[in-house]
């Protein structure tokens, strides 16, 4: 279809603002290149995005097991209560005393997460889980220094970590160590005791980790860790799996950062708007970035910053909207349905998993946590269908592929996470095409090749959009 | 309780069975008995719709809203047109992932495609990326992209916004970089002392047009000074003024960041925000996060994929430029929409009113006893001084039901004036401040 | 001045130009000039979209809002889930025409479909029209379809809500049928005098249930006695109070009618609001307006399209039983989205809660001096009498925020309680009105 | 797709309401059959509505030039302000000195829309155009009972009317006597002469008519009426060609409706809510429905029933939200911008009528008004292609198909109107789009009668629909 740019002609527009009624003025340092923007009316304006919205993909389109996001559905009641005049009208540098309601929200949000987490602080201002990440690392940066014990430049990260994991190690400033995962997918004890030292900074693990399995030497790890004298970060992004049922601070964990975009239900927005928030244990609250919020003497709530914050890492308070969300949605759950919702993240994914490992081979055998890995290898072996293939063929059948050539330390991987939101029928229809899928591909391994066919466009030329960059549109 | 599960107990009960498993507790063997919780969450009984709504309305219901704001300090109340509400609460751009499977995301990899060029022309950039998270972290991001193991030195304007040099000072604390203030005179950046500060190590100068003070800077000699000493000049900006001012791209700026917020984001109590990256030719491959690119299909008809992925975290991992993978999708796309129903006559004519208004309204405060700070041009915000206290000043305005400018101090109070700020609703505001002048 | 034309002046220009004109004049030729208005029109000059929304924002706050309602007579106040709002907000939904083109308009006639399937199912009717413009309409509708030459006279409870009677009243102006009231004695229907009133040039009887002042009529009855009149009783109800009191087609009805607004429909000032119309095999034929009815495509597929269109005014002309053409379709389906959030258990829990609640708040108020006029059973409203002045009670709860009953006249107040009144407000509403009366 | 009743299962379902917080009770009179509804989670519901709207054609998916319809663009402002809680929240029975901001909106609207059609008064009760029609048609006959003509018991209605015209006479109880369109479309005068009498109570009429043509006549009709004793009404379906250029007060009419849903870009809601108020001469204004606004002695604003009113035709004051949207929209035009929606109007039909006309009939020559009507008659005749193959085959074009078969008058008609809202662009795609269908349908007309083949289903049987109407889902 057309780019906003192709369609309208100059002098077509809508008319927004009134004419300015005090006397008109312009500054000296004009720009001297005229502004180029679309010429468009109304109704050409809405047409293409009505337009370019038939060609997305969203949660109420259908099955979205894409492994490792979460995508559970986003219920409508919450996006209602994020648009509430009174929190969207708000402007960040409002009196305290005008802004009660939303420091109230903040606080109980912060309090029901750090329960969640186990957790005795928490901080809102990282706006995606990387962000979180980095945010924590800054802290365990923060802490070391203050102890005095700078030579802890190492952060231990294992090779199953998603790559934001060693890519925020590095943006804080700490040398990666990975270490490798074991045959069952969990850390290798015996190398992760090799690998910590006098130079150990700290460790960043998921559990459930990125092959849906829960490391059940979870304590052993953390002590490992903190016996070396390092600390232990979390990364949420798996929490949907155990919410209410073992919580990080019990684990051994002394930071974490959380998804409210994932686990907490808040809608993904084609890549974001998220949010990621940073929880610690007490000894470390006093690193968290500032402002947190705190109650003042009076009882009412204002916001300070922590004795030794590493410092903002975004500006005001966080995606406050998205923790509305979030907020929102812990109410309606509340102490029963959080853990209700972790036990049926778990079922639905064994569910699932039962069905499809009637034909495909698992990366991993047994109960898995709310995702599992599959390993197109043998198919790709045998019939040249690679994991991008199938993923590919799936969109043919109107569902959203699982995560692609991930964790990496799985050949052919699909990674699928269906989470508790989804129906069985929803269930069984997913194995039922995916099982038709998988057969074609075994007698007819051309026609996956040249998938999808029935999606607005075929498949598309990633080597050639990255090889000649076109990144914007050029006018004539 | 309220329940997003579909699936009845029964129904949970047979997939267990099916699964191969007797009980719920069955799923969770491999997690040791010692880190189990065992104990009921100490949180709220969950509650049905309703109620949470009602709980959540009640809050909402205790923040005042102003329908008059002379407030902007990083964040800026500007009119939303009701078309660009609407894109923005399209169900499927709301609930998307990251369009990793390009053939069903068409509609979202065009619309960033479509903000992308955009904001290249609105800065006057080469290329863009698909939005970070804010101005402030953009701001970081841009000084780590100038930095190298020879180069370590971030210089800031010390009239920036404090909140991004906040940031940017974190980000250093990071990577090990070292953030230097340049000092401010007469409400802008000192050129002498920059001049005066650049040395080899310096990675890159940051400055912010207007900058916090609402002051316009001289970016292009800056531009000159800098790319002298073989730096980098990084150069904030609100987007609205760059409709009318002169652009990075014009200025000599290596790299164009700013907060997105102004282009048709609600003030949302700070977030979800919007950062904007834009580099020229030679530095657009060290621009962190998303970009979507133009290719074509198995077809041979146009398309667009998230693209240069291999800078990316995902799978550089370590030796990725930044770790940045969600980010602000949603409100770029709300971004173009605006900047498509503004247009650029539109959106000059937001610069021009807010540059008009503002003036208008300093020049009223002066005649009701509160004197501007600084000389020299400034966009839409300003700062005036007076022997009467800000708080007793600003007390009153809210009491008036108008949130005046922001207190910078005892007798400095920073002022913002958009497009929605009427001719009557100022002259109400000067009332009121004379009054409490002459009380 | 706003527009809405895309075309600019230079194309609409060309365009004249291309389809043979010289200019706009020369399209209305046709007009002669003795007619033409050749002045411009007195309307205020157009406005931007902010000068609009500042305009008509104005408007609406100069409308009060209450929080807490205890007033119905018509138009109830219940929940609307989330959902319901955002499918009603859905862009298609909102904006296409009637279903003329079933290929293109399988969601609204399927939803529709689904509606008339659940309104069926609430009514105990056999078949369900696509909706009228209101209850009151519907009921009008509803006599016309039961009077033929010979039967000519409408008979209707004096229990009725009386803006449905001036409908039905004018409804009979134009077709020449007559409209008598039966009595009404202690609150409902006088049986004695219905079965008095019946004769062979009756039509029908319409009843309400529950009726105008909120009590339970015994419609089963009333349908033995109209049948045996060779007659048509035909039920109005309220939607919510079906999913508990025996329904219309239980009680015997041969229409059953009602207004849909409970379902999930805003208070709106009245409007738009759902009328809702469905009868028994034997009378299915002779309801009015639109009729989505399921069928099969040329691949064997399951389909639905309008059907029974030889009923309709665009092929029968005078001829045509009823003349509706448009009627409240995007309410429909947002009754047939409600009902489905809700669910048999929702929506008998929301009638159980209006139930419970009017009977605690009625007999609170029964303490504070004002006692029920009727006795009988109620289902959410009733009627009190006391001896302060309906007025000066009904002042006092709307300073405290409240919206009480309607003033029948001095001394007597129609109350509705739904499921979002609380235990607290009626505690607080009984204080105030104890207050009141202690004064 | 399923049904609502085939998705879920007996125990899904969605949590809305809290307990009850008073003790609770129960009626006597209890329905005795179980009320059968849906069982469904959030989820399920919210993806099935989802999917009903990707099967539905709104404004926004294209261009939608269903004649008489009048499909313009639908401005998001107006969706906005009609959401406005200071209108949505209002109860229609709160005292008025708590609604003045709706009486003010009210009353301005009226005084707006008199100002365009020539009217002194103005209700808003009527839900649609042809509950208007109904009303005006009461108005007559209240007027003419006044009057003590009880014998005027016709209404004129040309051959080419819409159907509502000649119901809605017979709701009014009124016998419909049909007069002829000449062969220009228009009201053959002898023909009109020849049957007005003194048993006339009036005409009814639209003008620019069916056909798309302004009766130049117009004065020497409606003088023919009131010579006779009858009065004129104006069916205000075309009023968007000759707004602010020519008033239905100024051409003779009595009494007029108007389609806020048409003309003054209140969207459709597929199907309906509308709005249809009624205006009329001051010397018939005591017969307007009630309640009317009016000003009171203060200065404020209430309501009041007309001395002579016919009663009321629908509870409370009319679709309320629906004249939030019109009067936005009037505001917005305004005093230049109605005129100019007209101007345009006609410009987009004629325009695309010039390019139609290059290969296929018109039922009429000519400058045309806001449509016209194409006849298939010649194309049928030469290859068996029906009006009806036409419009199905558009159907796979991606546009919606004109009005077919209406008026009556015409053989094979296509109606055609494009609205002001349409870019030259669109018209020019239509026309080619036209253009080649056309020629297919010349070239191989077996596989027009196939058509569509891209929609969600294919032909539908109505033969079948209406032989055993299946009118609702039967649980098993």
């Known amino acids: 279809m057309k780019l906003l740019f192709e369609l309208g002609t100059s002098g077509r527009h809508c008319d927004i603002l009134p004419p300015c009624d005090v006397p008109e003025m312009s500054p000296e340092c004009l720009r001297k290149k005229e502004l180029r923007l679309p010429h468009l009316s109304e109704t050409e304006i809405s047409r293409h995005y009505t337009e370019l919205e038939k060609q997305v993909y969203g949660v109420n389109d259908g099955f979205y097991p894409l492994g490792s996001c979460t ?25 305290d005393y005008t802004v009660q309601g939303a420091l109230e929200l903040l606080r109980r949000t912060e309090k029901y997460l750090c329960e969640i987490t186990g957790m005795d602080a928490m901080n809102f201002q990282p706006a995606a889980g990387a962000h979180g990440e980095f945010t924590g690392l800054l802290m365990i940066r923060a802490f070391h220094q203050k102890n005095g014990e700078k030579n802890r430049t190492k952060i231990i990260v294992p090779d199953s970590a998603h790559g934001t994991n060693p890519a925020s190690a590095a943006m804080a400033g700490y040398t990666v160590v990975s270490v490798p995962s074991g045959e069952d997918g969990c850390v290798d004890l015996e190398k992760l005791k090799e690998a910590v030292g006098e130079d150990t900074a700290g460790l960043m693990l998921t559990n459930p980790n990125t092959v849906g399995l829960f490391d059940k030497n979870i304590l052993e790890i953390t002590r490992i860790i903190h016996d070396a004298g390092g600390l232990c970060y979390y990364d949420g992004a798996n929490l949907n799996a155990v919410m209410g049922i073992t919580r990080p601070g019990d684990m051994g964990f002394d930071i974490i950062h959380l998804n409210l975009h994932k686990t907490f239900s808040a809608p993904h927005g084609g890549g974001g708007p998220g949010s990621g928030p940073v929880g610690c ?13 705190e109650e003042k003497e009076d009882g009412s709530s204002g916001f300070a910053v922590p004795e030794s914050s590493i410092g903002a890492v975004r500006s005001f308070y966080g995606n406050f909207l998205v923790i509305v969300k979030a907020f929102a949605y812990l109410l309606t759950l509340g102490a029963d349905g959080i853990p209700e919702a972790a036990r049926n993240a778990v079922l639905n994914a064994n569910y699932l998993k039962k069905k499809l490992e009637e034909f495909c081979p698992m990366a991993y055998p047994g109960t898995c946590m709310h995702e599992f890995v599959m390993t197109m290898k043998d198919l790709k072996d045998r019939t040249g269908v690679a994991a991008l293939d199938i993923a590919k063929g799936l969109l043919d059948n109107g569902i959203h592929p699982p995560t692609m050539y991930f964790p990496l330390i799985v050949r052919e991987a699909l990674m699928v996470e269906p989470t508790e939101t989804e129906s069985r029928e929803t269930l069984d229809e997913a194995a039922e095409g995916f099982r038709a899928l998988y057969q074609r591909a075994l007698e007819n391994p051309d026609e996956i090749h040249e998938a999808p066919v029935k999606t607005p466009v075929r498949r598309l030329d990633e080597v050639r959009a990255a090889r000649k960059p076109v990144l914007r549109y050029f006018y004539d | 309780m309220g329940t997003y599960i579909p699936n009845t107990g029964n129904e949970q009960r047979e997939m267990l069975e099916e699964a191969g498993f007797q009980s719920f507790d069955d799923l969770y063997t491999e997690i040791p008995e010692c880190v189990r919780l065992n104990r009921k969450l100490d949180l709220p009984e969950g509650s049905p719709e309703l109620s949470v709504r009602r709980q959540v309305e009640a809050l909402a219901g205790r923040n005042r809203i102003f329908n008059y704001i002379f407030r902007g300090a990083g964040a800026y109340n500007h009119y939303i047109p009701a078309v660009v509400e609407e894109v923005a609460s399209k169900e499927r751009f709301v609930t998307a992932y990251t369009p990793y499977q390009a053939e069903i995301s068409q509609g979202i990899l065009q619309s960033i495609f479509e903000y992308q060029t955009m904001i290249c022309e609105l800065t006057g950039m080469e290329a863009s990326n698909a939005s970070v998270y804010d101005g402030a972290s953009a701001a970081a991001e841009a000084a780590a992209m100038c930095t190298d193991r020879k180069r370590k030195t971030v210089l800031a304007s010390a009239a920036i916004n404090p909140g991004v040099y906040q940031v940017l000072k974190t980000y250093c604390f990071g990577s090990g970089n070292r953030l230097v203030p340049v000092p401010e005179k007469n409400g802008v950046t000192d050129l002498k002392k920059l001049r005066e500060m650049l040395s080899a190590e310096c990675a890159c100068f940051y400055v912010e047009q207007p900058n916090y003070f609402g002051q316009v800077e001289d970016v292009e000699t800056m531009a000159d000074i800098v790319h002298e000493a073989g730096a980098k000049l990084v150069a904030g900006g609100n987007p609205i003024a760059m409709a009318l001012l002169r652009t990075p791209g014009e200025c000599g700026a290596d790299v164009a960041v700013g907060e997105g917020q102004p282009l048709g984001i609600p003030l949302s109590f700070g977030g979800p925000y919007l950062g904007f990256m834009a580099a020229t030719k030679e ?23 998230l693209t240069l992925q291999a800078r990316e975290q995902h799978i550089r991992r370590e030796k990725a430029g930044s770790n940045i993978c969600s980010n602000e999708a949603l409100c770029a796309v709300r971004a173009a929409a605006y900047m498509a129903v503004m247009g650029e006559e539109g959106l000059r004519e937001t610069a021009r009113q807010c540059y008009s208004k503002a003036h208008y309204f300093q020049k009223k405060l002066k005649t009701a006893g509160l004197s501007r700070v600084y000389p020299g041009d400034f966009f839409h915000e300003f700062v005036t001084r007076s022997d009467i206290p800000s708080r007793m000043i600003l007390k009153k305005l809210e009491d008036h039901g108008i949130l005046g400018g922001l207190p910078l101090d005892e007798t400095r109070i920073l002022w913002c004036v958009t497009e929605l700020n009427t001719k009557e609703e100022m002259d109400e505001a000067v009332r009121i401040v004379e009054e409490v002048a002459g009380s």
């Not at chain 1, 244990?281 to 968290?288: C, G, I, V």
């Not at chain 2, 962190?288 to 133009?294: L, Y």
């Open chain 1, 281 to 293: 244990k007490k000894d470390l609250a006093e690193f968290l970035p500032g402002p947190v919020t």
């Open chain 2, 283 to 305: 530095m657009f491959r060290r621009l962190p996060g998303r970009m979507v690119g133009e290719t074509s299909d198995a077809g041979g008809n146009r398309g667009y994929v």
């Open chain 1, 71 to 95: 995508m559970k559905y986003n219920p409508k009641i919450n996006e209602a209560m994020a648009a509430l005049p009174g929190f969207a009208k708000l402007h960040p540098l409002q009196p």
